[in-house]
């Protein structure tokens, strides 16, 4: 799952984010059907919302993207702004200020961000989902912190294949929940074409493999562990990507800040902590079947302790700002 996930924005290469289903009540017994299957990306629960189209692109529900949109927006590490502010008001050229973001998803991380930044702005909004791209341009911010534009325009692609020719002219390089989705190759890549434009990135809500629960339960532990195991499947990252950037970042010169930001959730977030345990469990269960033996009671357990607001989980996440060499090419 997708700790991470927006306003994290959907990773464009083809992680998959889950449907929104309904409030939990009294009367609702979860079964373990109800999370079998699920995929999740970067701390969060993720499903197929619907079928692929016919290029094979996968349809993510943009209501899961809404429902952590807020907790995503508290999460984030104010503290790296003032030195991501320092940086752009000093880079050369001064014209207007020309952001990409990857993997916007419904474009949270511009709502988030654009009204802390001054000056005009132009975000290039990337997904391989022209049906996310359409919520990112209508819920698109209109003005910055001073009152100054904001404009944007999509770019449908790959952002796997990023290069720094893509980035001429850029300012800044943002994305949210994407780094635990991506391999090292490709968290290699970015670096590397960041550092070829001399554009800073800031990388937010990256998942670290923590969990914590209270209360406490005895298989606490042995969920979160099967589900960081899922995040690792194949040659993805999971939570050892932040990691992988930072070094990945500073191999290539660039100057690396990292601070936590994680989801603190309580009974105010009753939706969003029922979404993201039912991802969790069914991530677990897809990587650890045996676990199943025991996750109808536990999750029964755990939605009944949040539906009651007796449950609080903080799901640990770091945010990267990469401030490489400014080049001559630089916006």
């Not at 359409?134 to 910055?144: I, L, N, S």
């Not at 070094?247 to 690396?256: H, L, P």
Request: aromatic content about 4%.
């Amino acid at each position: 799952m997708s700790t991470a996930t927006t306003p994290a924005g959907v990773p464009e290469r083809g992680a998959t984010e889950p449907v929104e289903s309904g409030p939990v009540t009294g009367a609702t017994t979860p079964e373990v059907s109800d999370v079998s299957g699920m995929i999740a990306r970067s701390g969060v629960p993720g499903q197929r919302g619907a079928a692929a189209d016919a290029d094979d692109v996968p349809r993510y529900a943009p209501q899961w993207l809404q429902l952590r949109e807020g907790a995503d927006a508290s999460a984030r590490a104010h503290e790296l702004l003032d030195p991501l502010r320092i940086r752009l008001a000093n880079r050369p050229g001064r014209g207007d200020l020309v952001i990409h973001d990857l993997g916007c998803g419904t474009g949270s991380m511009g709502r988030w961000l654009a009204p802390r930044l001054d000056g005009a702005q132009h975000w290039i909004l990337h997904d391989r989902d022209p049906y996310l791209l359409h919520f990112a341009t209508v819920g698109a911010p209109r003005a910055a912190a001073d009152g100054s534009r904001v404009s944007v325009t999509t770019q449908r692609g790959d952002i796997g294949r990023l290069t720094t020719d893509a980035l001429a002219g850029a300012s800044l390089v943002t994305a949210s929940a994407l780094l635990d989705v991506l391999t090292a190759e490709e968290i290699d890549r970015l670096a590397a074409a960041c550092a070829g434009a001399g554009v800073p990135a800031l990388l937010t809500l990256s998942v670290v493999g923590r969990i914590e629960l209270a209360p406490a339960d005895p298989l606490d532990a042995e969920f979160a562990e099967a589900f960081n195991a899922h995040q690792r499947r194949g040659d993805l990252l999971g939570p050892d990507a932040i990691t992988t950037a930072c070094e990945a970042f500073a191999r290539y010169g660039a100057t690396v800040r990292v601070h936590p930001s994680p989801w603190r959730l309580g009974p105010d977030d009753a939706a969003l902590t029922e979404e993201w345990l039912r991802g969790w469990v069914g991530a677990a269960c897809e990587q650890r079947p045996d676990l199943a033996a025991h996750a109808e009671s536990y999750l029964r357990s755990r939605l009944t302790a949040c539906a009651a607001g007796a449950l609080r989980a903080v799901v640990h996440h770091s945010d990267l700002l990469a401030l490489p060499r400014p080049t001559g090419g630089a916006a």
